[in-house]
C-alpha cells in the first residue's frame, strides 16, 4: 500500500550494489570500495559516500556521516537486513547489533530494519541508487582516482547537483522539500560523534576492580558489585561498566599500562581509608606518638626504595604502640635511632626484651693502642 512519509521520520539507508574503484598510485592495483547511499522519506533528499568496505566499524561511520551531512537526526532509521545491522533476520523482532542499538542510543532515534527481500520497504534508497548509478556513475565512469579522497570528491560534486535539480513530480528540488519540511521536523544532532566500541564480560574482583586485559590496568566498580558478572564498554576514550543495563561506572580511558582508574567513592570506608595513606600522614600518625616516634618513621621513608614497604613498616610500629602504650613506643624508637636502626623488628625486639626499661649507652670509640708490633702506613709503600 502507498506509505505516507513524514517530514523528519525516517532515513532509509542501503548500499549500492555496484561498486566504484580507484588505483593505488604505488603498486597500481585497482581497488573496489562500497558506495553507501541514504535517502530521507519526505523530502527524498540523497546523501551518499564511498566507503573501504560494508563492516561495521565503515557503516556506523557512513551513517554517523549522514547524520552530519543532514545536520539533524531523523525519528527513525530504516537499514536493509546487512549484517553490520542486522544479527538474525525475523518478520516480526529482528535481532539488531548492539553496535547499531547504541548508536541508536547516542543520538535518541530508532532502528527499523526493512523485512528481507522486500525492496518496498525502503523505496526511497531504491530510488536513490538510481539516482546515482544516472548522476554519479555514468558521469565518473572514465575518470581515473587514485584515493578513496577522490572518489569521494566527486560523489559529493556531483550529489550537490542531484539534490538542487527539480524533481520530475514536484515543482520543487531535494534541497527545498528537505528545507521546508525535513530540516524543521530532524531532531538536533549532537555534536560530539558516536564512537566505536568494545565489549567484555567481567567479574568484579575482591579489590573493588575490574581487570581489563587490553589495558593490563584496573578500572574500579561500586564494592556493591563485587563479585558480580558485569559488562564492559569501552572506547579509545572512555570505559563504561554496566549491570543489567544500569551502568554503575565511567572512567576515563587509562593513557598507560599497569594503572589503577578509581574513583574514592566506589570503595567501602576501609579501603577509602587505605587510599588515602602517604608519607605526611604517617609522619604525622608518628609526632602524635612522640619525637623520637617521627623521626624512625622519617628513617624509614629514606631506607625504603617504595612507599608502600614504608606504610607496611609504620603501620607495625604503630599498632605495637597500641599493645605496649606511646610512653614505651617512644623510648624504644629513641634507643633505635640512637643505634641507627631504623626497621620494624628492632622496634619489635626492644619492646619484646624490655630492652626500653634499659639506659642507653654511650657510643665508644675504640682506638687501637701504640705498640711496636704494629706496622704504619709506612711498611706498605
Same mark, same amino acid.
Given at each position: ?158 550529489? @550537490? ?10 515543482? /520543487?528540488?531535494?534541497?527545498? =522539500? #528537505? !528545507?521546508?519540511?525535513? *530540516? ?94 602517604? @608519607? ?10 612522640? /619525637?623520637?616516634?617521627?623521626? =624512625? #618513621? !622519617?628513617?624509614?621513608? *629514606? ?79
Amino acid at each position: 500500500m502507498p506509505v505516507d512519509e513524514k517530514p523528519g521520520d525516517k532515513l532509509y539507508v542501503d548500499y549500492a550494489g555496484k561498486k566504484l574503484h580507484y588505483t593505488d598510485r604505488n603498486s597500481g592495483e585497482i581497488i573496489a570500495v562500497e558506495v553507501f547511499l541514504a535517502a530521507l522519506g519526505y523530502s527524498d533528499k540523497i546523501y551518499a559516500e564511498a566507503s573501504p568496505n560494508q563492516q561495521l566499524g565503515s557503516f556506523l561511520q557512513s551513517l554517523e556521516n549522514s547524520f552530519r551531512f543532514y545536520n539533524g537526526v531523523p525519528a527513525a532509521v530504516v537499514p536493509d537486513n546487512l549484517k553490520s545491522a542486522v544479527t538474525k533476520s525475523n518478520r516480526y523482532e529482528p535481532d539488531i547489533n548492539q553496535h547499531l542499538i547504541r548508536f541508536a542510543a547516542h543520538h535518541s532515534t530508532a532502528i527499523l530494519p526493512a523485512r528481507s527481500r522486500k525492496p518496498k520497504d525502503k523505496s526511497p534508497v531504491e530510488n536513490a541508487v538510481k539516482m546515482v548509478y544516472q548522476g554519479i556513475y555514468a558521469a565518473v565512469r572514465n575518470h581515473a582516482f587514485y584515493s578513496l579522497e577522490e572518489v569521494n570528491e566527486a560523489i559529493q560534486q556531483h550529489l @550537490k547537483t542531484i539534490n538542487a535539480t527539480r524533481m520530475q513530480k514536484w515543482p /520543487h528540488s531535494r534541497n527545498e =522539500l #528537505f !528545507e521546508q519540511h525535513d *530540516k524543521p521536523a530532524m531532531q538536533p544532532l549532537r555534536s560530539d560523534r558516536f564512537e566505536m566500541v568494545k565489549i567484555k564480560t567481567l567479574t568484579g574482583q575482591k579489590n573493588c576492580h575490574v581487570f581489563l586485559s587490553e589495558d593490563k590496568s584496573y578500572y574500579s566498580i561500586p564494592f556493591a558489585y563485587v563479585g558480580k558478572k558485569v559488562k564492559i564498554v569501552y572506547s579509545a576514550n572512555s570505559v563504561e561498566i554496566y549491570y543489567r543495563q544500569k551502568r554503575i561506572a565511567f572512567h576515563r580511558r587509562a593513557l598507560g599500562q599497569h594503572q589503577y582508574i578509581t574513583v574514592k567513592d566506589h570503595m567501602p570506608s576501609a579501603h577509602r581509608f587505605v587510599a588515602d595513606w602517604n @608519607k605526611d600522614k604517617f609522619l604525622e600518625w608518628g609526632s602524635r606518638a612522640g /619525637h623520637y616516634t617521627h623521626k =624512625l #618513621f !622519617e628513617g624509614i621513608f *629514606k631506607l625504603k626504595p617504595h612507599p608502600e614497604q614504608a606504610f607496611k613498616s609504620c603501620l607495625g610500629i604503630l599498632d605495637m604502640g597500641k599493645r605496649y602504650g606511646n610512653s614505651r613506643l617512644e623510648k624504644a624508637c629513641e634507643r633505635a635511632v640512637h643505634y641507627d636502626s631504623y626497621n620494624y623488628k628492632s622496634i619489635k625486639n626492644i619492646l619484646d626484651k624490655d630492652l626500653d626499661q634499659e639506659p642507653i649507652q654511650t657510643k665508644i670509640d675504640f682506638k687501637i693502642p701504640q705498640h711496636g708490633n704494629i706496622r704504619g702506613a709506612e711498611y706498605y709503600n
